[in-house]
């Protein structure tokens, strides 16, 4: 039996099954579509744990099994250069590392003036469009797509068309062919934009990474998992934690009433959406885990939106609860892969949200709940594919 609550709204939570299965245990083999006998961790310690273990692998090359893709005989290649996410150390640490220095809490909070300059626009741009619109590609887009663009210097007349293919790309909704034009695309425009810092050098990231001794092709890698990352999860965010709050009358109430409320609220809508789904590793040599022996070369999920609904760590886990003081969620990961541009987002968010909820006290969806589309299971990141939104003009 789900532990759901009763009336809840089905798209807060990660698939019944899923709930289903930490509820019997925190980790459960899991057969893939190719035969692969693989396991699932859906428990919050567990998942710390192997996210921390150097002995489970990120390599690219090693994700051959996947739980409902049969690749057959294909080898999976190594990861581009600088596409540091599907690497182990020390090939990681040498991209990360350079960017480290430049994601710090301090460096992020400088550009807090900037995010409220961008927030400011898009909202009056909202205001003289309304009182009715799209509230993803009015505000939740492109908010995050100005500041990351702008933090690398992707040139403004060509974010439209780069935040496009990145769409498609991380989207899941086209077929392989479009996301392979995609994805090429975006590497094409990429290897161009380096090829014109190294010429030209500007005020941004990427100009400065060309004084180390990366190459062009490994700065177009890390410049592809930057904008990416910085596109599409912070977006996705933006609109299902307005979605989120919209649905809770309460706790919307209570954060409009008291903003001291708002990093907690971020963190908590960080761990009650997570909006980054799951992960995978791969083990390299057996590990004990939970009790069971994981082989060598076995595929490990994490379902990290279950294990930020576990309700060993979490108490009543599926309540949206802005005042929660459990903190600790894994919704940017853990270990040498959590996620780089986490003070980025929380800018963001803590900006973006209560000027929104500000600027627009009777904010309420233009439809009902159950008509909200959200982004197909296939897609890498959860969230809603619009979110039409009104307010009383």
């Known amino acids: 039996m789900s532990s759901r609550p009763a009336g809840a709204q089905p798209c807060w939570y990660p698939p019944k099954e899923l709930i289903e299965a930490r509820e019997q245990s925190p980790i459960s083999r899991l057969p893939f579509a190719d035969g692969h006998q693989g396991w699932l961790?859906?428990?919050?310690?567990?998942?710390?744990?192997?996210l921390a273990d150097p002995r489970f692998s990120s390599r690219k090359e090693l994700m051959s099994h996947h739980p409902t893709i049969d690749y057959g005989d294909i080898e999976v290649p190594p990861a581009p250069p600088g596409e540091f996410l599907l690497m182990d150390e020390?090939?990681?640490?040498?991209?990360?590392?350079p960017l480290v220095g430049r994601f710090t809490v301090r460096r992020m909070r400088l550009l807090t003036e900037r995010v409220e300059q961008v927030t400011a626009e898009h909202l009056d741009a909202m205001e003289k469009a309304g009182p009715s619109v799209d509230l993803v590609t009015a505000f939740a887009k492109p908010i995050p797509a100005i500041v990351i663009c702008e933090l690398?210097?992707?040139?403004?007349e060509d974010r439209g068309l780069f935040q496009d293919n990145i769409d498609k790309f991380l989207g899941g909704e086209v077929s392989d062919e479009e996301l392979i034009a995609a994805y090429t695309a975006t590497q094409t425009y990429l290897a161009e934009l380096v090829a014109a810092k190294r010429a030209n050098p500007t005020d941004d990231l990427l100009s400065d990474l060309l004084d180390s001794d990366l190459t062009d092709e490994e700065l177009r890698g890390m410049a592809l998992i930057l904008l990416?990352?910085?596109?599409?999860?912070?977006?996705?965010m933006l609109a299902l934690g307005t979605f989120a709050l919209l649905q809770n009358p309460e706790q919307l109430a209570a954060l409009r009433a008291d903003p001291t409320l708002t990093d907690g609220a971020v963190e908590e809508l960080l761990r009650y959406l997570t909006v980054a789904k799951q992960s995978q590793r791969v083990a390299l040599e057996d590990v004990e885990l939970g009790g069971h022996t994981i082989a060598a070369g076995t595929t490990v999920i994490l379902s990290?939106?279950?294990?930020?609904r576990d309700p060993e760590r979490f108490p009543n886990p599926h309540v949206l609860d802005l005042q929660r003081q459990d903190g600790g969620h894994l919704a940017f990961g853990h270990g040498i892969h959590q996620c780089l541009g986490q003070q980025l987002a929380r800018v963001e968010m803590r900006v973006a949200f209560p000027a929104l909820l500000n600027r627009f006290p009777t904010l309420r969806l233009a439809v009902p709940?159950?008509?909200?589309?959200?982004?197909?299971?296939?897609?890498?990141?959860y969230g809603v594919k619009s979110l039409p939104v009104t307010w009383d003009a």
């Open 152 to 156: 690398l210097g992707v040139p403004y």
């Open 304 to 308: 990290l939106s279950t294990a930020n």
């Open 41 to 50: 961790i859906t428990g919050y310690d567990l998942m710390r744990s192997v």
């Open 369 to 381: 709940a159950e008509e909200v589309t959200l982004r197909p299971e296939t897609a890498d990141i």
């Open 228 to 236: 990416s990352a910085g596109f599409d999860t912070t977006t996705n």
């Open 90 to 97: 020390p090939q990681h640490g040498r991209y990360r590392k």
